[in-house]
């Protein structure tokens, strides 16, 4: 008989907290699930731009929407679009995702929440990092003390059960 595994968000082998949002990961077998919390005024241009090196989120996203709202706009690379343009072509491609949702969002795109409510949402693809994680991690962390922010990342293990 097969033993049935079980893994809960609420005790994430890994935790990423960045300005106004987190990331949970869970681990199974060498497939992750992660939980995105964002709070209100969270937008990938403002919190990850900088740190990402890259005009837009790379990441393929499959999501189940929680909670709260957020809008995804596509972008190419060689496109400097702000979300708060005011081009009428470009607000028809920008897309409101909200709860129960379910969406695909290839790489290539901005997101950001909308509204007073935090946005939470489940990501069923694994996430695509460009480069070593350990890196990235590295540069979360040494811009959010340039900004006097606290990161911290926390393990499963340093969760007391």
């Keep these: 008989m097969k033993d049935m595994k079980i893994k809960s968000l609420n005790f994430p082998d890994e935790k990423v907290l ?8 869970a681990k199974l077998n060498g497939f992750s699930v992660k939980r995105l919390i964002c709070s209100p005024g969270w937008s990938w241009e403002k919190h990850l731009k900088p740190i990402s090196k890259s005009n837009s989120c ?25 979300y ?16 129960n949702d379910i969406v695909i969002i290839p790489p290539g795109h901005r997101e950001w929440v909308v509204g007073d409510s935090l946005f939470v949402a489940i990501d069923f693809a694994q996430a695509k990092i460009p480069r070593n994680s350990d890196e990235f991690i590295h540069e979360i962390e040494e811009k959010a003390k340039e900004e006097e922010k606290v990161v911290k990342l926390k393990t499963s293990s340093d969760t007391e059960c």
């Design 58 to 82: 790379q990441s393929i996203h499959i999501l189940y929407v929680v909670s709260g709202q957020m809008q995804v706009v596509m972008v190419n690379d060689n496109d400097d679009y702000s």
């Design 18 to 25: 960045l300005e106004r949002g987190e990331i949970d990961i």
């Design 84 to 99: 708060n343009h005011d081009d009428n072509k470009r607000r028809k491609q920008i897309k409101k995702i909200i709860p």
